[in-house]
């Protein structure tokens, strides 16, 4: 059965700093998605990854996949307060369209 | 378009109690989930629907089931509610792209509190 683990899970940095969050998963897949989910509200999608050295790029913000190693990693540069959220990262199952998520990572900015 | 929309938002229900989340999208979405969100604990899928007709069981199913009898329909059911049924529940729709992209659109949530 496939495991997504994130890591860390909890992250508080200044702002201004650079830093990378982390999703390992357990099994064979090659599509992977991360989200945002500000607090009380619903999620949203961020990146789309789809083949091994996927990388995406959107502000402060940079996603990448390595297939190969069963890791993707959500890069955030110079960090401002704005992007205090939850990051998901979620993997799509052998292709099956069994939608697995990790179990976030709750990021808090502090200015 | 309204996209996924979810009823209730909020609901109390007492131990033992049966009720329905209604999940309805207007995007031609094949594509269905239901997930519930605890804290701390990340997104569980409790059960998936590829199209109209067609169910599948995710990772946390028990106690829970559903139905998929239209494309933009896809209720969730809990028969006999317990306090372990407490959390928020998400809805969830996608179409799968040529590209094999299956981005979610997810609901507002519904906040489900079993006393």
């Known amino acids: 059965e496939l495991k997504v683990e994130q890591n860390p899970l909890f992250l508080s940095m200044q702002e201004g700093k650079n830093y990378t969050i982390y999703c390992n998963y357990s099994t064979t897949s090659d599509r992977l998605y991360w989200y945002r989910q500000d607090p009380g509200k619903s999620l949203e999608s961020l990146f789309v990854?789809?083949?091994?050295?996927a990388v995406k790029q959107e502000g402060r913000l940079m996603a990448s996949l390595d297939t190969k190693a069963r890791l993707s990693t959500l890069h955030i540069t110079a960090a401002v307060h704005d992007l205090s959220a939850t990051y998901f990262c979620a993997v799509d199952v052998n292709r099956d369209d069994k939608i697995i998520f990790g179990k976030g990572t709750r990021l808090h900015i502090l200015p | 378009n309204a996209g996924v929309t979810q009823t209730p938002k909020f609901r109390i229900l007492k131990i033992g109690q049966s009720m329905t989340l209604q999940c309805a999208q207007d995007?031609?979405?094949?594509?269905m989930y239901w997930y519930r969100q605890d804290p701390g604990m990340g997104l569980k899928l409790i059960y998936y629907s590829v199209g109209a007709g067609i169910t599948d069981k995710g990772e946390v199913p028990n106690g829970y089931n559903v139905s998929r009898s239209t494309t933009e329909d896809f209720p969730l059911r809990l028969e006999l509610a317990a306090p372990s049924q407490t959390s928020v529940y998400f809805c969830a729709s996608s179409y799968s792209a040529n590209s094999g992209a299956n981005v979610l659109t997810f609901g507002a949530g519904s906040r489900l509190t079993v006393l």
């Open positions: 990854l789809l083949s091994n050295g």
């Open positions: 995007m031609n979405h094949n594509y």
